[in-house]
């Protein structure tokens, strides 16, 4: 369905205000969730609002966190997330890290006592948009168990990185180190099965079921490889203090560690960019297999999906997303972004 970008924006703005956050809080949650959206990532996106409604009105997530700057250094910062939502957070931190780059050449943060993030990318962004390199990865509830074990210890702990061209579109890599819980949950409310190897029940049994996965667990990808850099994620978050995934429990206060670098400190920007660019055109002309047309690389299609969208003022979000948003909209007495829907398709 598609749906105005600017009600789409508004609605998100307008229910984390209707939901006690500070009018400047609520656009950087908005903003982190719509990017998410004109990407094609929607399960980290608008959707998220109906998601987290129970937990913000239960205050198990502070919905106006006074963000905290602490252990300032002339290259990093610590950051204290006062439980609010990550995205508050790592958005302020990655600034903090953009300037330090600037200054030095590189600038690192790690935020503890903080929650889910939304688009882990959106942050990697923030530095590439900057012509900086961009690095970002935070914890989440448990959801991926070690190799040969039944047991749920780690998060997907995402990695993220953006590498600005010249010329293209940056490179993102946004991966998880597992299936997204949130296209599970989608798949779950659509009535549809999930790929065989996402995840096991509760029995240790493969399944395609999305109920059964959600009551289980989550494969990692690549197996050890996926599980070990999962590990690895929540050892370098654990820099800021935050508690393991294990440790931080279902609600707990997750973490986020993130970096920003010029690549000055190694030659030329612009060759650097440039460089990127002629990476980008080797792998785009690489010869396809039958039946496939020429590579994309990692964030090219996410790139040109919000460019078409912004082109056209629309964002593309199944139904089910739209009709929870209206009735979220409605619960919380805000305008719906499915209001005047007709005349904007």
Known sequence: ?????????????????????????????????????????????????????????????????????LNETSVSILVDGDGGFGAIAASRAMSVCIERARDVGIGLAAVRNSSHAFYPGYYALQAAEAGLVGFFTTTSRPAIAPTGASERILGQNPICYAIPGSEQLPILLDVGMAASVAKIRIAMNEGRSIPLGW?????GRPT????????????????????GLALVMDALVGLSGAPTARDAGPHGAVGHFMWALDPRLFGSPDDFRARVDRLIEQVRSARPLPGHGSPAYPGEEGGRRKAAAVARGLVKLPEAIAVSMDETARVLGIASPLDGVATAE
């Open 1 to 69: 369905m598609d749906l105005p970008i600017s009600a789409v924006s508004r609605y998100c703005h307008d229910a984390f205000v209707a939901m006690g956050a500070p009018v400047d809080q609520a656009r950087t949650l908005a903003d982190v969730l719509l990017e998410a959206d004109l990407r094609g990532h929607v399960d980290h996106g608008s959707s998220l609002v109906a998601l987290f409604r129970p937990d913000i009105q239960a205050k198990l997530i502070n919905i106006s966190p006074r963000v905290q700057m």
């Open 208 to 227: 395609t079921d999305p109920r059964e996965a959600m009551a289980g667990l989550l494969l990692p990808i690549g197996e050890h490889k996926g599980y």
């Open 199 to 203: 995840a096991l029940d509760r029995n």
